[in-house]
């Protein structure tokens, strides 16, 4: 074959160790982007906080933040959609998860303005009142009992002997957080013995069974239960015990629990009626019963992190009537006051320049640069949290039931931005707004069509449908296609299977559950 040379063109994106910086910032949460400052501030000496915030002992964002939900971004190749104009802040390219840039030669040299960045947002007004109610909240915190610690404060009061305490301590310890017994007791019995002697083993579980029984009469009721069953029945013996509420009543409820729980689930009343030989009405008031205690006795116990969700843009009313407008600004309490270190700086533009000259002026260039993708950071969540207002102004005036159908790609056209972009700065950014705080992906939904050729925001069918269920008889609850019909009514094209997505969405049982006994 005869050898030819032949010329071809291409095109490659190629992202600066800026470029990525400023993607991952953008994407980050508030806690996760204290975090990064503080990392920062911890690897680079030529950056530093200014005065007014260095005096804070706390990190950029409260102790518990808000969960890191990520959304997964849709992927494209397209050198097209990756312009980038840094004066302007604006990411067109969609990348992946970057990790930190760690070369920073080559690149252009910015202009040696080392004046810190964030000096215009005001301090914290309540940063001295706000340490007292995180001192109460930690000393809360710190109060908390968990169940291990309140059963094992009972157990001591039982006088038992030793191998009886250690029994029911290793009980103790095998709860789970619901204060669920997960593991038969012959499991719990082999993994203590050291050998297969049944004869041990079974003294072993009989020791256990002891224990169990020692367990299941400490307070909470129901706890040590093996099952939502049991733990109904201990906590109805512990009523009966109490002689609280009618013993008959008692009775036909621990008759209810021993049949089959899908039963009770579909309040069945005819056929437990049958099984427990009962009449209807004893049995409603058994159900009433059961339906009123615990299912998960260590609940109350539970140790759960209370995120606190910081806004990273406040919007507030302004004027009344016709003149009505909001205005919206970035929360200073968020914002990262940081400038470049000047003694620093000064001292390495009037120094020899040594062999640690270049690796010193890439980490001065490393901290401007820095400072500055923060600043795109904030101006962009800025910019689309505007657009956002203007696109929802109904919603912020009369509430739910006026959110308008939008989308990315229309905020996206509007300020020049891929909706990659726009997907990073409404995942885990926050607005507090008059009608309450919420995400900002919560203002983009999908439309659903009406009779006059329109579309309606699936936030505002959603809204109906709660008012809907919340204005029904609760002896006729409404099904999920007379929904639809009522839907239909108010000009909203909704099928029966979307109605029943968004009630599931909402969180509201169907209908049979609805029902009052």
């Known amino acids: 074959m005869k050898p030819s040379l032949s010329l071809r063109v291409s095109q490659h994106l190629a992202l600066t160790p800026q470029l990525q910086q400023s993607i991952r910032l953008l994407q980050l949460s508030t806690l996760e982007l204290a975090q990064e400052v503080e990392q920062m501030l911890d690897e680079n000496p030529f950056l530093e906080r200014t005065v007014d915030d260095a005096s804070l002992d706390e990190p950029l964002a409260p102790p518990a933040g808000e969960g890191g939900r990520q959304a997964d971004d849709a ?9 980038w104009t840094g004066d302007e802040g604006q ?58 610690d309140h059963l094992e404060r009972q157990a001591l009061a039982l006088r038992l002997s030793e191998l009886d305490m250690a029994a029911l301590r290793f009980l103790i310890g095998s709860l789970n957080d619901d204060g669920y017994l997960d593991e038969p007791l012959e499991s719990l019995a082999a993994s203590l013995a050291d050998t297969d002697d049944p004869e041990q083993l079974d003294e072993l579980v009989h020791r256990l069974t002891v224990a169990l029984r020692l367990l299941q009469s400490l307070d909470p009721a129901g706890v040590g239960a093996r099952g939502l069953a049991e733990c109904l029945a201990l906590q109805l013996q512990a009523l009966d015990r109490e002689e609280e509420g009618d013993p008959e009543v008692i009775q036909a409820a621990l008759c209810i629990c021993r049949q089959p729980l899908d039963l009770l689930a579909r309040r069945d009343v005819r056929r437990l009626a049958q099984a427990c030989a009962a009449s209807d009405d004893l049995t409603r008031a058994a159900m009433a019963l059961i339906a009123r205690l615990e299912p998960r006795p260590g609940r109350r116990f539970a140790d759960v992190e209370r995120n606190v969700i910081v806004p990273d843009v406040i919007v507030r009313k302004i004027g009344r009537g016709a003149q009505q407008s909001f205005s919206v600004r970035l929360n200073p309490d968020v914002m990262p006051r940081l400038r470049v270190h000047d003694v620093y700086a000064n001292a390495l533009r009037g120094g020899s320049k040594g ?27 800025l910019r689309v949290s505007s657009a956002i207002v203007e696109r929802q102004k109904n919603f912020f005036v009369h509430g739910e039931l006026a959110m308008r159908p939008l989308v990315l790609r229309e905020i996206a056209d509007e300020l020049g931005l891929h909706e990659s972009t726009i997907s990073r700065v409404t995942t885990a950014k926050y607005m507090a707004t008059p009608q309450g705080t919420f995400e900002l992906k919560y203002f983009f939904g999908s439309g659903l069509g009406t009779e006059t050729g329109g579309s309606a925001s699936s936030t505002a069918v959603r809204a109906l449908i709660r008012q809907f269920v919340a204005a029904e008889d609760p002896h006729k609850p409404l099904s999920d296609g007379q929904i639809a019909d009522m839907l239909k009514e108010q000009g909203i094209e909704c099928a029966r299977r979307t109605v029943a997505k968004y009630r599931e969405a909402l969180k509201i049982a169907p209908a049979n559950l609805r029902k009052a006994l």
């Open 75 to 83: 992927t494209s190749s397209g050198a097209a959609d990756a312009d």
């Open 91 to 148: 990411n067109d390219a969609q990348m992946p998860d970057i990790a930190a840039p760690t070369d920073w030669d080559g690149d252009t040299d910015i202009p040696g303005d080392d004046r810190e960045w964030g000096s215009d947002a005001p301090a914290s007004a309540g940063s001295g009142s706000g340490d007292g109610d995180e001192a109460d909240a930690a000393d809360l915190a710190h109060g908390h009992e968990s169940l291990a």
């Open 355 to 381: 062999d640690g000259h270049q690796a010193l002026q890439a980490r001065l260039q490393e901290a401007r640069w820095f400072i500055k993708n923060i600043q795109q950071r904030f101006d962009t969540i």
